[in-house]
Nanobody, 127 residues
Framework: QVQLVESGGGLVQAGGSLRLSCAASGRTFSSYGMGWFRQAPGNEREFVSGISWGGGNTYYVDFVKGRFTISRDNAKNTLYLQMNSLKPEDTAIYYC????????????????????WGQGTQVTVSS
């Protein structure tokens, strides 16, 4: 089992940047596929970005492509999301998630594919 703790959220003006971190417990972080999701008030939790267990494969949804960068440091058991050029519509609670036994370097997009979740970190972008 792995425990995930997000940090790095906060209040930022439009056009600004934030870097989210997701610290994982346990010795098997490097074997998990990882993802970032977000949930705005009144909306469903949606997929934002994913990364394969080794970090060689990444994916971004269109509305963050070119602005967000996902990465991982398996030696530090940490997942990151660098968010640049933030927009008010990026305001949401951001969650990291881990998938056990991913197949190859696959990226997983569905909430149901993930086995573990963090508690979330609030990101608020003011206009």
């Amino acid at each position: 089992q792995v425990q995930l703790v997000e940090s790095g959220g906060g209040l930022v003006q439009a056009g600004g940047s934030l870097r989210l971190s997701c610290a994982a417990s346990g010795r098997t972080f490097s074997s998990y596929g990882m993802g970032w999701f977000r949930q705005a008030p009144g909306n469903e939790r949606e997929f934002v970005s994913g990364i394969s267990w080794g970090g060689g494969n990444t994916y971004y949804v269109d509305f963050v492509k070119g602005r967000f960068t996902i990465s991982r440091d398996n030696a530090k058991n940490t997942l990151y999301l660098q968010m640049n050029s933030l927009k008010p519509e990026d305001t949401a609670i951001y969650y990291c998630a881990a998938k056990r036994r991913p197949y190859g370097s696959n990226i997983y997009y569905s909430r149901g594919d993930y086995d573990y979740w963090g508690q979330g970190t609030q990101v608020t972008v003011s206009s």
